[in-house]
C-alpha cells in the first residue's frame, strides 16, 4: 500500500459526501494531519446485508457493477491483489482497539421503484422514508437515483449521503443515497471518468466497466460505505466539529493511487484489454476503481497502488 500525509480537506457534512474530488493535496503537504479520532460511539458491526433501492430505471449492466462491488468486499475468492476484499480490511484498523468486530457486508434484496413513488424531484427529507422500504435490521439500505431524477443539493452540494433511521443505535438502520452520474454532473460526481468541472483541463480516464457514471457511482458507494460502518450515527470515527466531519473516505478526496495531485488520480493499474483505470479487482473478473481510506496508524491515506 502506499501511504500519503494528507493535510485537512474541506470540511464534509456529518452524512454529505462530496466527491467533486478532484481536488486534493497528496504528497503535497508540510504537517502531519491530526488523525481521525474515536469519539466511543456504536460501529456497524456483525453481518450486515446491503440492500438496493433502484429508484427510477436502470439497466441490468448498472445493477449488476454495483452489485457485484458490494460481493467482491467479503469474497475469499478473488485471490488477485489488490482486491476490493484487502481494500475493504483496511478499515479493521477502525475496529481493533474498540473491542467492537469487524463487520461483514454481504449482498441483500433489490428493490425496484421504477413507479417514482415519491416523483422525480425528490428532498433530502424524502430519502429516509425510501430506505425505509428495505429491511431495518442489520441493514444499511442504498437508494440510488436514476439519471432522470432530481434530489436536493445534488450536482451543487453533494454526490450522496449516508444516515440512519430514528431509534437507538442498537435497532436503527442505516442508509446510504448517491445519485447517477452518467449523465448529471458527471465532472463532479464521475470524476475521475468524466472531464472534471473545474480545474486543469486534464484528459478524463477510462473506466475500467466501460460506463464513467457508473464507475463513478462505484466511487461514491466505496466512500459511503466506509463512513457509514465507521461513523454511522455521528459519533464514531471522523475528525472536526460533528456537524462538518472528515470521515474515513472523505478525509482523502481525489486519491486513488500513488503520487496522487489536484487533478491527478495517482498512478493506477491499466487494463490491458482496453487500456482502463483501475486500482482493484472484484468478482466475476471485475475491475474497480475505489477510494484511498485514511490509515489510523500511518497518519496519511493508504491506497491499493
Request: proline content about 8%; some cysteine.
Amino acid at each position: 500500500m502506499t501511504y500519503f500525509r494528507s493535510p485537512l480537506f474541506v470540511p464534509f457534512c456529518l452524512i454529505i459526501l462530496f466527491l467533486s474530488a478532484p481536488y486534493s493535496y497528496g504528497d503535497f503537504v508540510e504537517d502531519s494531519p491530526p488523525n481521525l479520532t474515536y469519539h466511543d460511539g456504536a460501529l456497524l458491526t456483525g453481518t450486515i446485508t446491503v440492500n438496493f433501492i433502484w429508484y427510477g430505471n436502470f439497466t441490468e449492466s448498472q445493477k449488476s457493477i454495483l452489485t457485484d462491488f458490494i460481493v467482491s468486499l467479503s469474497d475469499g475468492s478473488v485471490k488477485t491483489e489488490p482486491s476490493v476484499a484487502s481494500w475493504w480490511k483496511t478499515l479493521n484498523k477502525y475496529y481493533s482497539n474498540t473491542g467492537i468486530s469487524f463487520p461483514t457486508l454481504t449482498l441483500g434484496k433489490q428493490i425496484t421503484d421504477s413507479s417514482y413513488s415519491h416523483g422525480d424531484s425528490l428532498n433530502i427529507s424524502d430519502i429516509p422514508p425510501i430506505a425505509s422500504r428495505g429491511p431495518q435490521k442489520n441493514a444499511i439500505n442504498v437508494v440510488v437515483t436514476s439519471a432522470d431524477v432530481g434530489v436536493e443539493g445534488f450536482c451543487i452540494s453533494r454526490c450522496g449521503l449516508h444516515g440512519s433511521g430514528p431509534g437507538s443505535s442498537m435497532n436503527r438502520f442505516t442508509y446510504i443515497w448517491f445519485g447517477n452520474s452518467s449523465t448529471q454532473c458527471p465532472g463532479q460526481c464521475a470524476w475521475p471518468f468524466s472531464q472534471t468541472d473545474d480545474g486543469p483541463p486534464t484528459a478524463p480516464l477510462l473506466p475500467p466497466n466501460g460506463q464513467a457514471g457508473t464507475d463513478g457511482m462505484v466511487v461514491n458507494l466505496a466512500s459511503l460505505l466506509a463512513g457509514t460502518c465507521t461513523n454511522p450515527f455521528g459519533d464514531g470515527y471522523f475528525q472536526g466539529e460533528p456537524e462538518t466531519p472528515l470521515e474515513a473516505a472523505t478525509a482523502c478526496p481525489g486519491i486513488y493511487g500513488k503520487k496522487a495531485f489536484p487533478g491527478y488520480a495517482g498512478g493506477l493499474l491499466l487494463d490491458p484489454t482496453n487500456n482502463a483505470s483501475y486500482n482493484a479487482h472484484g468478482v466475476n473478473g471485475r475491475l474497480f476503481l475505489v477510494p484511498a481510506l485514511y490509515d489510523l496508524s500511518m497518519f496519511g491515506c493508504a491506497t491499493t497502488v
